[in-house]
């Protein structure tokens, strides 16, 4: 698979083979007993490059995984010594409650500077969807997202929402807005947020009036629905903190009234066998949040 990956990267049999230090007949002979093994076709030689064909395509998403799976566990049973090493997968949205996860990680360090941390950023169904492929360790998710398959720690903390709008727009020169405010505005939403559940506090917030409203646009991450914002297009409806609305910035945010809090959890697998060094991370997490 690391070889179909090379090819695939490459584009060329002779640039991966030379990136794999091999010779091109034995990485050509290497592929041909993949395609043989599959019974499919995997790639389309053409006179100056190769690409993919659809069954390709598929392997290559799949082998990126399983290759990204299988180095996770070789480096977690190696840090399964007496002095913990090894690396913690962290996934979550956009969120300054990544401060809690921070301070955790900044403890650890201090006596186990051989831990390294990765964070993924993404809405909640890619973190759960890496979650499940136990390619993550924990998500950071707000708690209307269905975490019944997970265990969880709510953390202290929790994002309001709001709308986010440009300072010389009319619903500016309020501090708050009302759901008769949003009526017939265009709207930009998160798509996350608005998936029905029955705990989705900020779906009851609009009395079963959100199908009505104005949608021109929806957004999984906050950074380009605050450019369509900026440039006119729409209203976005967000968790605050997340965009740029300092003195310099042509954005504005107003909570919404009645007030609309997002509660946020720290999610792992039930049935994930951690690493040492996860393991670590999640008994300073309970330790430091286990009584919220």
């Avoid at 029955?198 to 605050?226: M, P």
């Avoid at 954005?251 to 393991?279: G, H, M």
Wanted: aromatic residues 8%; contains cysteine.
């Amino acid at each position: 698979m690391k070889y179909f990956l090379a090819v695939a990267r490459e584009g060329s049999i002779t640039a991966a083979a030379n990136a794999l230090h091999l010779t091109q007949p034995t990485l050509t002979r290497q592929l041909q007993d993949l395609e043989y093994e599959l019974k499919q076709k995997l790639f389309v030689r053409g006179k100056y490059k190769i690409t993919l064909t659809d069954e390709g395509m598929l392997l290559k998403d799949r082998a990126e995984e399983i290759i990204e799976m299988i180095d996770k566990t070789k480096r977690d049973i190696i840090s399964s010594g007496v002095d913990i090493k090894g690396d913690v997968y962290i996934g979550g949205g956009e969120t300054d409650a990544m401060e809690y996860d921070a301070d955790v990680i900044k403890e650890i360090r201090t006596t186990h500077p051989n831990i390294t941390f990765h964070l993924y950023s993404g809405n909640a169904e890619d973190v759960m969807e890496k979650l499940d492929k136990k390619l993550l360790d924990f998500g950071l998710l707000v708690q209307h997202n269905d975490t019944s398959k997970y265990d969880s720690v709510t953390l202290p903390v929790a994002d309001v929402w709001g709308v986010l709008m440009r300072k010389d727009c009319p619903l500016a020169q309020y501090k708050s807005v009302k759901l008769e405010d949003l009526k017939g505005l265009p709207l930009i939403n998160s798509r996350q947020a608005i998936k029905k559940s029955s705990n989705n506090e900020f779906l009851k917030w609009f009395h079963g009036q959100f199908d009505s409203l104005n949608t021109v646009a929806t957004y999984n991450l906050i950074f380009n629905a605050a450019i369509m914002v900026k440039s006119g297009i729409g209203y976005a409806i967000t968790l605050d903190k997340l965009a740029d609305t300092s003195n310099k910035s042509p954005l504005c945010f107003r909570p919404l009234e009645p007030r609309v809090e997002a509660k946020l959890n720290i999610v792992w697998n039930k049935s994930s066998v951690r690493s040492a060094a996860a393991n670590l991370f999640l008994q300073k997490l309970q330790e430091k949040f286990g009584n919220q």
